[in-house]
């Protein structure tokens, strides 16, 4: 057995805690090897790599632990491109605490959040887009969020990427070819054409995934829902329902909620992050204005918004600002819930007309058992919800893929001003340089030891 890899030998229980079928000790680095034989002493030399084989595992001092299948993945064809050993043990905390312990005894030593994934990315196993999308996938937790996660894993985002660094390396050496002829008139005049088809292809690429974040963004983080409204409409009973519980306080004094709550909700395949907030009113009371604030803001951020009115008390003039705002200057979709149908009284042919202006109205009696109007929500918020994440071909999915993209766009746009003021050649070089540095921290291409540690501290141990 030999290996590769010179760095330290790591290792960790790689399964969720609590009890299982099957738990997973996972050692990783130069010393695997030593670590397998410390542990299982009777493993025969001759073993297949990549073979699951029934061991007795020990501790060292010979004190049989479990019964056990392990495997042996030799330097380079493994998770973390490094000797890699697993030991696949009957699921009791005892038994993993036991094993993980004895590799610790045999030369091995704790392995941080993320340290195998950042291995497999250090030792070329897998792009930064790969490695993010190891996390994606273990968190994902409904279908779109899922498909995109792997979609990245096969390297959709990083191919795209390289592909589109490789045509700005081309303008590169055009540019920097032309340096050196830059006495020869007419050489100017043939690279600009070759130079700027390249850099206009790749800034269009770009535009299309920089436009299409947000439906990356909602796949891996859910679709922001925040629900807005006068005071005592009702929105705190309408976060309930949605959510199933009574989670936010729910009474008839005005002003009740004055921060924000924020649950997860799964409808048809996408997650929601729903937001109840503290309802819009003029206020002397500095709390409840901080969160009327703090409401405005979480709406301007919103993917989509349900604004609730109680039908009883008909708009007021704040309102009808608010609405009059979301339907003129908004194209987010927005949700009008008409609640209290259950009360007498009825809104003016003025403010009905107001709320025609939209195309999603609900009228609701949330305080019905059970509540009337909220499947028929639900069911629109998952609708809208596939629409909000829908999409064809690559996306980005996290903020600073996005910083990425924009900051390479605006070096393209440099680039492509001074090619069409003939700068000079080297000025036109250093903007394509500084495009093509944005682009390789996507995919890790370029230097990024502050971007890692941000990346893999999100992790969880053993992955
Ligand atoms: N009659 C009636 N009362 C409701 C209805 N929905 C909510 N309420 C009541 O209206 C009051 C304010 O509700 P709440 O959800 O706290 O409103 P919020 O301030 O918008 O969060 C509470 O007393 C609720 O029980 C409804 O459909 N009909
Ligand atoms: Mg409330």
């Known amino acids: 057995m030999s290996s590769r890899s010179s760095s330290d030998t790591i290792a960790a229980i790689a399964t969720p805690p609590g009890r299982g079928g099957v738990g997973i000790v996972r050692v990783s680095g130069g010393d695997a090897a030593s670590v397998l034989r410390a542990l299982v002493p009777k493993w025969p030399d001759d073993t297949p790599a990549h073979k699951l084989r029934l061991s007795q595992i020990r501790d060292t001092n010979g004190e049989l632990i479990d019964e056990s299948l392990a495997v042996y993945m030799p330097s380079p064809d493994s998770f973390t491109g490094e000797d890699v050993v697993e030991f696949q043990c009957h699921g009791g905390p005892i038994i993993l605490r036991r094993v993980l312990d004895a590799t610790l005894d045999a030369g091995a030593r704790v392995a941080e959040p993320g340290e195998f994934t950042r291995r497999a990315f250090l030792n070329g196993r897998l792009d930064l887009t790969q490695a993010e999308a190891v996390a994606d996938l273990v968190n994902a937790t409904t279908e779109s969020a899922h498909k995109m996660a792997l979609e990245h894993l096969h390297g959709s985002l990083g191919g795209e990427i390289e592909e589109l660094a490789e045509t700005l390396t081309e303008a590169v050496v055009l540019v920097e070819a032309a340096i050196d002829f830059s006495h020869e008139e007419h050489v100017y005049q043939i690279e600009s054409d070759e130079v700027g088809g390249r850099i206009d292809e790749v800034t269009n690429r770009l535009k299309r995934l920089r436009d299409r974040f947000d439906r990356g963004r909602r796949r891996r983080e859910g679709i922001r829902v925040v629900i807005l409204g006068p005071t005592n409409a009702g929105k705190s009973t309408l976060f309930n329902a949605l959510h199933g519980t009574d989670r936010a306080i729910v009474t008839d004094v005005a002003g009740t909620t004055r921060d924000f709550l924020e649950e997860q909700l799964h409808l048809g395949g996408v997650a929601i992050r729903l937001t109840d907030t503290a309802g819009l009113r003029d ?70 007309q107001l709320l025609a202006n939209f195309e999603h109205r609900f009228d609701t009696c949330l305080t019905a058992d059970p509540p009337q109007g909220v499947e028929a929500i639900a069911d629109a918020l998952a609708e809208l919800g596939a629409e909000l994440t829908a999409a064809e071909g690559v996306l980005l999915s996290r903020a600073r893929h996005l910083e990425a993209v924009v900051d390479a766009l605006d070096a393209l746009t440099r680039a492509r001003e001074g090619l069409d003021m003939q700068m000079e050649h080297e000025l036109i070089a250093i903007d394509l340089r500084d495009a093509l540095d944005a682009l390789g921290t996507i995919t890790g291409r370029v230097d990024t030891d502050d971007i890692l540690e941000r990346i893999f501290s999100e992790f969880c141990v053993g992955k």
């Open 283 to 352: 206020t002397d009371d500095r709390v409840e204005s901080l969160g009327i604030q703090r409401s405005r803001q979480l709406g301007e951020r919103a993917d989509l918004v349900m604004w609730v009115v109680d039908r009883s008390q008909g708009l007021t003039d704040e309102d009808r600002r608010d609405l009059q705002k979301l339907a003129e200057e908004d194209d987010r979709p927005t949700l009008v819930v008409v609640n209290k149908s259950d009360l007498p009284g009825e809104l003016t042919d003025q403010d009905q």
